[in-house]
């Protein structure tokens, strides 16, 4: 029988577990994040595999995801240096490349922003003629100076033509990978411009943490093909990660978005992951992660890529929580919740494991809403409790309140090592489900094995709108395949049509998503 290993890595533990063939849990754990993410992970894998005693060889797929792009953009640490080049003199001079970037993550990644020739008008006309000799002396001005090159067009996903041709031209006078606009972003210029330079200073931080993991799946004997979770809850191909690490950025909270699916059989509701530091909330829509319709910020940078539609508040298991029993009336307290965390040292600093801190997890073993099998609540205040857990209810009510797409009761699946401070009862929920392994889930959403590919451009639709359609499908289906999808189980699941204005005739803005199982 095969086997499959997912491993999340966040902010505060490792999750780690083993599927079988039918996709069932055969083993979970949970392993401290580490300062080197890569022995975290190496921990984790020793952990399951000696929890599930299953053979290293019957191991064919293993799959990653991991907060260690998002951390690189937002501590400013691991980032390649990126030359950008723009296509868009004259037209676009007013506002220079990385413009609104925080100084800090400029110097990061390097000042080697460089606009030349070139751009499409909206209805796909020619903005200007690109000129090999001016692209040729911007790289070799480079030269030595960048890991990666970010090649971004005015209105590129209309034509990428210019774009292809800058890309060539870069790659022969640098030897360096080449990020392209139009593969990564939608429509907007600066917003998709982010998204690309990101993904190319990213190139080198998730290869290093690629290499650990391959490093640490071979020094176990382990013969499985690598995998990385990218945003959309579905996976890609070592391969295609390391060309679009920017992808993985929001794979934790859609891991765990899509293990809540599988663990509950739910395939429409709210999922409420309850790690260490914060809450995550997204919601469930047949079977997959929602994606958010709005430009996303990270690490202070607008961009245009699809990310899941997630909302996170400061709320965890190792939450510190701040009270004042003295300054109140005889009844209640006045506590502060986080929002920082003492995350990963929780064994260490919690009241209940004789640390220091007052935390969550300590409050809702002291109120009686939480057990830990070897661990004792530790004493506090009565009022200091009762007001801590009423706080932790309220914030969680209100946050699936803003959430909800009405007012109406709602399904929640709660899921994470820290939904153990969760109340069993919640106002406005409908139904609370605490699926078997809920501590894992995010693990398992990883492991799940669909291929997912994205594609979103304009066509002219001056004939028969149907060859659009059929065209950006065949795209779709065609990325999934890259990705690592079985081609005789790629399926069309959602084909999306707006128009676009300002164009003479018609035009159509297309998005198409194809999905397929792993390949064998």
């Not at 004259?90 to 400029?106: Q, S």
């Amino acid at each position: 029988m095969g086997h499959r290993i997912g491993i999340d890595v966040g902010g505060t533990n490792t999750d780690a577990v083993i599927l079988d063939e039918e996709l069932r849990v055969v083993a979970s754990v949970k392993s401290p994040t580490t300062a080197n993410t890569g022995d975290g992970v190496a921990a984790a894998i020793d952990a399951v595999l000696a929890a599930s005693g299953v053979d290293v060889t019957t191991i064919t797929h293993a799959m990653l995801g991991t907060t260690h792009c998002t951390n690189a953009i937002v501590e400013r640490r691991g980032l390649g240096r990126v030359g950008v080049l723009r296509l868009g003199a004259p037209a676009t001079t007013a506002v220079p490349p990385l413009e609104g970037w925080p100084d800090d993550l400029r110097a990061a990644i390097g000042e080697h922003a460089y606009l030349v020739s070139g751009g499409y008008e909206v209805d796909g006309r020619v903005l200007a003629p690109i000129d090999d000799d001016e692209v040729r002396a911007a790289c070799e001005r480079m030269r030595g100076e960048v890991d990666a090159v970010a090649v971004v067009g005015v209105f590129s996903p209309i034509d990428e033509r210019q774009e292809e041709r800058v890309a060539e031209l870069a790659a022969e006078v640098l030897d360096v990978p080449v990020s392209r606009s139009a593969r990564i972003g939608s429509l907007g210029l600066l917003e998709r411009e982010n998204a690309t330079v990101l993904n190319a200073a990213l190139m080198r931080t998730l290869r290093s943490m690629a290499d650990g993991f391959v490093a640490a799946l071979a020094g176990r004997g382990i013969p499985a093909e690598p995998f990385f979770g990218q945003n959309d809850g579905t996976l890609m191909r070592l391969e295609y990660a390391l060309e679009f690490p920017v992808l993985t950025i929001g794979c934790g909270p859609t891991n765990s978005i899509r293990g809540a699916a599988h663990l509950s059989g739910a395939t429409d509701a709210l999922v409420v992951d309850i790690g260490g530091t914060t809450t995550d909330i997204g919601v469930l829509v047949g079977g997959f992660p929602r994606q958010s319709s709005h430009a996303v910020d990270i690490g202070g940078i607008r961009t245009n890529f699809r990310m899941p539609d997630v909302l996170s508040v400061g709320l965890g298991g190792g939450t510190i929580v701040r009270a004042d029993a003295a300054a109140s009336d005889t009844t209640t307290a006045t506590v502060v919740l986080g929002p920082d965390s003492v995350g990963y040292r929780l064994p260490q600093e919690g009241l209940a494991f004789g640390g220091p801190t007052l935390t969550a997890t300590d409050v809702a073993l002291a109120v009686g809403g939480a057990r830990i099998e070897g661990i004792e609540a530790a004493s506090i205040d009565e009022r200091v409790g009762a007001s801590a857990w009423q706080a932790i209810r309220e914030l969680l009510e209100d946050t699936i309140d803003r959430m909800k797409p009405s007012a109406a009761a709602v399904p929640v699946i709660l899921v994470g090592g820290g939904s153990i401070i969760a109340p069993d009862e919640l106002d406005g929920v409908g139904e609370l489900i605490r699926p078997e392994h809920f501590g894992a889930a995010n693990a398992v959403g990883a492991a799940l094995g669909e291929i997912a590919g994205q594609v979103e451009r304009v066509y002219r639709t001056d004939g028969d709108r149907r060859d659009s359609v059929a065209d950006a499908g065949r795209e779709a289906a065609d990325r999934a395949r890259l990705a690592g999808a079985d081609p005789a189980t790629i399926e069309i699941v959602a084909i999306e049509e707006l128009p676009v204005s300002y164009i003479d005739g018609q035009a159509v803005l297309i998005r198409a998503r194809a999905v397929g199982r792993l390949a064998a």
